[in-house]
T-cell receptor
Framework: DVKVTQSSRYLVKRTGEKVFLECVQD?????MFWYRQDPGLGLRLIYF???????EKGDIPEGYSVSREKKERFSLILESASTNQTSMYLC???????????FGSGTRLTVV | EDQVTQSPEALRLQEGESSSLNCSYT??????LFWYRQDPGKGPEFLFT?????EEKEKERLKATLTKKESFLHITAPKPEDSATYLC????????????WGAGTKLIIKP
């Protein structure tokens, strides 16, 4: 089974801090995604990547950036954390569409 | 605008009471419809992919069906461990595996 590991389950950061969320997969999947999930809003795509050093904006990229230096690692960066970025952040990987996304366990980020 | 709507928002059933969850979509040229299960504090877990009207998939007490405008997730004789939020998503034409997500149905099965 594909494993997607997110480095932290819970994180509390202060407004203005630079925040790094890490995601690592143990299969050779090219496609990786970062979502945020908020009650009543569903999953919203922040950024995605189809290959090393390749990135594309999703629906809500403002205030975020990403890095993919190695195929197995996809990092989400909050340049200057704000309270409206308090959310559950989910990383996912995709091999083939038939197999669906595989998600990590999520990082619940609180910005105070 | 491409949209996915799930209903109801929440559903409470007694153990053994069968029911269905609905996912309706307004996407032309559907490339795939996905069902996921999400437990509290965890990431979604993949259940099914459906591609064409009339297709059905089954897994234990769950059966997913697809028509041209909606999908149903039927749950037969549910158990308390089936309690979770069920998410539906569709892949629109021209997208590279990007999905449009519904807000989910929270299912609670009481013993």
């Amino acid at each position: 089974d594909v494993k997607v590991t997110q480095s932290s389950r819970y994180l509390v950061k202060r407004t203005g801090e630079k925040v790094f969320l890490e995601c690592v997969q143990d299969m050779d999947h090219e496609n990786m995604f970062w979502y945020r999930q908020d009650p009543g809003l569903g999953l919203r795509l922040i950024y995605f990547s189809y290959d090393v050093k390749m990135k594309e904006k999703g629906d809500i990229p403002e205030g975020y950036s990403v890095s993919r230096e190695k195929k197995e690692r996809f990092s989400l960066i909050l340049e200057s954390a704000s309270t409206n970025q308090t959310s559950m952040y989910l990383c996912a990987t995709l091999g083939t569409a038939k197999g669906g996304y595989t998600f990590g366990s999520g990082t619940r980020l609180t910005v105070v | 605008e491409d949209q996915v709507t799930q209903s109801p928002e929440a559903l409470r059933l007694q153990e053994g009471e069968s029911s269905s969850l609905n996912c309706s979509y307004t996407v032309s040229g559907l490339r795939g419809l996905f069902w996921y299960r999400q437990d509290p504090g965890k990431g979604p877990e993949f259940l099914f992919t459906l591609y064409s009207a009339g297709e059905e998939k089954e897994k234990e007490r769950l059966k997913a069906t697809l028509t041209k405008k909606e999908s149903f997730l039927h749950i037969t004789a549910p158990k308390p461990e089936d309690s979770a939020t069920y998410l539906c998503a569709v892949q629109a034409p021209g997208s590279n595996y990007q999905l449009i997500w519904g807000a989910g149905t929270k299912l609670i099965i009481k013993p």
